[in-house]
């Protein structure tokens, strides 16, 4: 049993689907060419009629096939016997594709390959390799630039030119287009017909149309498919809708892992789950996160002839509003304005855990960690005496 595994060998085929038995052929070039499972030889038997077709290997520069021979006999009452070659394989390209062959009443047909000679792009029967060969390089080249609907048009404009070649009228041609690894995009028959080839997202054939759009042919696809599950995933939202008295406090939006599956890939089921955050997590995070009162006030500094007062309100969830007026007081030329003056003093929660300093447009401020507001002019010189004013200032939440 390994030795005839080893080797070509012959099929006898008891009927359309059935091989009794595979007998070595001694063919030593396609052994030490490892070619052990090609059938150079075919025996199909019908009662007591029988045929063999043996495909012959008989150019040694190569181990590409070049011939098909049929061998016939017909029992009683006819006792009739024939050979005869049904088909030549003339002419192969540099990688071993086939260019040409002929049947038995010598027509020739000719194929062009494409795709940097990977897949076949036409079918040109009754011309030989030899005389068309020069008509053959666009479309050729065609091929080899279709990446994009843009340039697979190109190409079938190409094949179009070809066929409408005054060389080529006698010629029965048929031509496809592909996308590689895919399959056939395009067929065109030797009518011209046009037959489109449809995939789906999982590169399947979907249906076969014609150049108008008309469904020649469609396949279902039942089978279950692939389920991707989303992780875990979190992200905190701080609660902004406790007022202008109440600091929001931090809650965690939790997606569970599972909550959501899809059948294209995992990224998609997480990006759903990323979505559910990005939708959901503010609203869930204002219904149930915490809202903290703030006990804070202003005492004006009057140890300087300041005057006044204010409040403390948060602004955003981010930021305190301190808005408040005073009365620079009948000394005031004489307080260093131009290097910084304490006009109060923040009591309560709302001082900042780290200095913060800033301009809002008419003073320079500074809120410091014991909850001293220093203001410093824009132009250097002191305020008048007995002169008031009203700032608005904003300094981080910590």
Same mark, same amino acid.
């Given at each position: ?53 043996? !495909? ?52 020739? #047909? ?59 009228? =006698? ?7 592909? =996308?590689?690894?895919?399959?056939? #995009? ?131 969830? #981010? ?25 109060? !003093? ?51 939440? =910590?």
């Amino acid at each position: 049993m390994s030795a005839i595994r080893s080797q070509p060998f012959l099929m006898e085929k008891l009927s359309p689907h059935k091989y009794l038995m595979q007998i070595p052929v001694d063919d030593q070039r396609l052994f030490n060419a490892n070619m052990v499972s090609v059938p150079v030889s075919v025996i199909s038997k019908g009662g007591e009629d029988y045929s063999e077709f043996t !495909t012959k290997f008989d150019n040694t520069s190569h181990l590409n096939p070049t011939s098909v021979v049929e061998t016939s006999q017909v029992q009683p009452p006819n006792y009739t016997w024939d050979t005869k070659t049904v088909i030549n394989y003339t002419t192969y390209d540099n990688k071993g594709n086939l260019l040409e062959y002929k049947n038995s009443g010598s027509v020739p #047909t000719t194929i062009v390959w494409g795709y940097h000679q990977t897949l076949p792009i036409a079918k040109i029967e009754g011309a030989s390799y030899a005389s068309i060969s020069q008509f053959l390089q666009d479309i050729s080249d065609k091929s080899d630039a279709d990446i994009d609907a843009t340039s697979e048009q190109a190409l079938i404009n190409a094949l179009d030119v070809l066929r409408k070649r005054p060389e080529m009228s =006698n010629y029965q041609i048929t031509s496809y287009t592909y =996308n590689p690894l895919i399959g056939v #995009t395009n067929i065109i028959p030797p009518s011209g017909i046009r037959e489109q080839y449809v995939y789906d997202s999982s590169n399947r054939l979907q249906r076969i149309i014609d150049i108008n759009g008309k469904i020649l042919k469609e396949n279902k696809y039942n089978y279950s498919p692939t389920t991707f599950y989303s992780s875990l995933q979190s992200k905190p939202f701080t609660r902004n809708n406790c007022g202008s008295n109440s600091i929001g406090g931090m809650y965690n939006y939790i997606v569970p892992a599972g909550q959501y599956t899809s059948i294209i890939d995992q990224p998609d089921a997480e990006q759903k789950a990323l979505n559910d955050i990005n939708t959901n997590g503010q609203n869930a995070a204002n219904t149930n996160g915490t809202c903290t009162p703030i006990y804070c006030s202003l005492s004006m500094n009057s140890s300087v002839g300041i005057s006044g007062g204010g409040s403390i309100s948060v602004y955003s969830s #981010t930021h305190y509003k301190l808005s408040f007026g005073f009365s620079s007081g009948s000394n005031s030329t004489n307080l260093p304005w131009t290097t910084g003056v304490k006009v109060a !003093t923040i009591l309560g929660t709302c001082k900042p855990i780290t200095e913060y300093s800033s301009f809002n447009g008419q003073v320079y401020y500074t809120v410091q960690t014991n909850g001293d507001v220093i203001l410093k002019t824009q132009t250097g010189s002191a305020l008048p005496n007995n002169t008031s004013y009203n700032y608005e200032i904003y300094f981080p939440i =910590n």
